[in-house]
């Protein structure tokens, strides 16, 4: 009996093989994009997890030492804390208001005609196209009053000080959420576009005929559960941005930012990575950022299985 | 005019007055610095400030040729470094996107499924994440300080590879790849002359990721010789001056920004067709 399993599970694994190499045009064909993405993409992920359980400044080698970065990050480290939660609350809110305001937007500008929606199209789409396009608001917030908000508001006469919009901690956080959702009209937005414009027309009629009676039971219950797929791809694209903001905060509000009122994960991780060297406690600190990302993909993909319903 | 359902004209109305003040806000930043652009230095310290110069002139633009031409490396050569990461990375990145993307969307072999859901599970990993073993990476290459360091990294992005795979499933016919094959055409061919060219939406995508993402290297832990610097990097220099520099940093802005607007605006249609192939299953 146990002699035959062994047989057919070698025989089994003998089949795969031949398969493979039956189908070796088909793995050739595939092998330069898949050295370079396992090379850049997923040797780093395994090296990461791997270091994070070690001590590693580069010029030594590793030095196996448990549990104890990621002690050091929960327990003893409050810059890495306050990190967390920087990034928690910019990506809590930048994440699904960027996301809703760009399905809102895509949805309102299929309303219009091909002109008017690919011009505006574009407005919206530039500053996630240009990388470093956000350094203009820094021209916005330039805390004199020649600073483009500081001079409406006080040539309305609703405040009389300049405002230091990029220094006081009571107004950065604000601050960098209304830019960070400057340049939420990314990818996903794209996407939600192309998903509106594909629903079929003939669903909207037949959904008329079935009571559906206005824009938003039509919104709920036709367009959004025809495009679930771009529903989901554009929530992983917000969710790898929201996670990601790191260099738009140091370009706008310097690094660090006063009082690390904006420092986030990135920031940490750039910090102990490409300053202090100490490649195990940034190792543990990207670990982190990776279960955080998997862990809410896994919910959002459980939301969005509800919509409309 | 027939009446379209479910819209009442309010509604309509509303919509509209929302749509038309959020966009007036997304483009008020856009506006601003093409405006600062052109504006004279007098013009640039006024209260209250406005958006559109009174007297436009091209001084900043030419203050930053003056600046380019002054620097210790010859500004060509940084215009050369970008040029030359661009276009090489955007051509590595089509074909080794498109050649993988065409043996997962068409071809049957084992493990295939398995690869793509890889894929599709790091497209939520930001580069920022991986960039330290990144290091490690490119420095037991050799590769630090050298162009290949920004380059091949591009030829395996996730995205790309992802969008390109969507597109071809939906629009490359199976009869016409099979037909080929059985006609004698090699794997090469068909990628070549058979699909390829029913994906043109796909590749300009690609063209557009990939400009978007290495046309604004600008510094990296990756390059520390000065003459292999990027146009970004040193129009980043000049920015970083800071006030006496504004009219020319916004100068340096509206270049930057032209190259990837102006591709963008050609190939809109073609990518938001690819766009519509983007949808992940759950």
Not at chain 2, 60 to 70: E, L, P, Q, R, V
Not at chain 2, 145 to 174: C, H, R
Request: glycine share 8%; aromatic share 14%; proline share 4%.
């Amino acid at each position: 009996m146990k002699q035959k399993e062994k047989l057919s599970g070698k025989s089994k694994a003998k089949t795969l093989l031949k398969d493979i190499v039956r189908h070796r045009n088909n793995y050739l064909f595939m092998a330069p994009f898949l050295i370079v993405f396992f090379t850049f993409t997923i040797l780093p992920v395994i090296m990461s997890m791997g270091l994070s359980f070690s001590y590693f400044n580069v010029l030594e080698a590793p030095k196996f030492i448990g549990l104890r970065n990621y002690y050091k990050l929960f327990l003893n480290d409050p810059l890495f804390l306050k990190a967390l939660s920087n990034t928690v609350i910019l990506a809590v809110i930048t994440g699904p208001v960027g996301y809703m305001l760009s399905l809102f937007m895509a949805w309102v500008l299929n309303e219009f005609s091909p002109k008017v929606r690919t011009f505006l199209t574009i407005i919206f789409y530039t500053p996630a196209l240009c990388g470093g396009t956000f350094v203009i608001w820094s021209l916005i917030y330039s805390g004199d009053q020649y600073g483009l908000l500081n001079g409406i508001l006080m040539s309305l006469n609703l405040i009389y000080e300049p405002i230091q919009w990029m220094t006081d901690t009571a107004y950065m956080m604000p601050a960098a959420i209304i830019v960070i959702l400057w340049t939420s009209f990314g990818t996903g937005f794209l996407s939600f576009i192309a998903g509106i414009q594909g629903v079929d027309k003939t669903m909207y009629e037949a959904g008329a005929l079935d009571g559906v009676k206005n824009r938003w039971q039509e919104l709920w219950y036709i367009t959004l559960p025809s495009m679930k797929p771009q529903l989901m791809f554009g929530a992983v694209m917000s969710i790898t941005g929201a996670f990601g903001i790191g260099d738009l905060i140091s370009g706008i509000f310097g690094f660090p930012s006063v009082g690390y009122e904006l420092y986030t994960l990135v920031h940490e991780l750039q910090d102990y990575g490409n300053t202090r060297f100490d490649m195990g406690y940034a190792s543990a600190i990207a670990t982190v950022l990776f279960v955080i990302m998997v862990l809410l993909n896994k919910i959002i993909q459980k939301l969005l299985a509800k919509v409309g319903q | 005019m027939k009446k379209k359902i479910n819209r009442s004209r309010t509604g309509t109305i509303v919509l509209f007055l929302a749509i038309a003040v959020f966009a007036a806000v997304m483009a008020l930043p856009l506006i601003l610095v093409v405006g600062n652009s052109f504006k004279p230095i007098n013009e640039l310290w006024e209260f209250p400030p406005r958006l559109v110069p009174r007297e436009p002139t091209l001084k900043n633009y030419s203050d930053m040729f003056t600046i380019m031409s002054g620097s210790l490396v010859p500004f060509t050569r940084y215009i050369f470094n970008t040029v030359l990461i661009t276009v090489v990375g955007t051509l590595g990145n089509i074909i080794f996107s498109s050649m993988c993307a065409f043996q997962l969307a068409k071809m049957k072999f084992p493990g295939r499924d398995r690869i793509f859901s890889i894929i599709v599970l790091t497209l939520m990993f930001n580069t920022t994440v991986t960039a330290i073993p990144n290091y490690l990476i490119m420095s037991k290459l050799h590769w630090i300080d050298t162009y290949w360091a920004l380059i091949v990294p591009t030829f395996g992005s996730s995205l790309g590879l992802y969008l390109m795979k969507q597109f071809m499933e939906q629009n490359v016919p199976d009869a016409l790849v099979e037909a080929a094959r059985i006609d004698g055409a090699s794997m090469w061919q068909t990628f070549w002359q058979i699909v390829m060219p029913c994906v043109k939406p796909g590749w300009l995508t690609l063209i557009l990721l990939s400009v978007q993402s290495l046309w604004n290297v600008g510094s990296t832990t990756f390059i520390f010789s000065d003459n292999l610097k990027t146009l970004a990097y040193a129009l980043g220099q000049i920015t970083s001056a800071g006030v006496a520099r504004a009219g020319v940093g916004a100068a340096v802005t509206v270049v930057m920004m032209s190259v990837p607007v102006i591709i963008f605006i050609f190939s809109q249609s073609n990518i938001i067709e690819t766009m519509s192939t983007s949808g992940m299953k759950e």
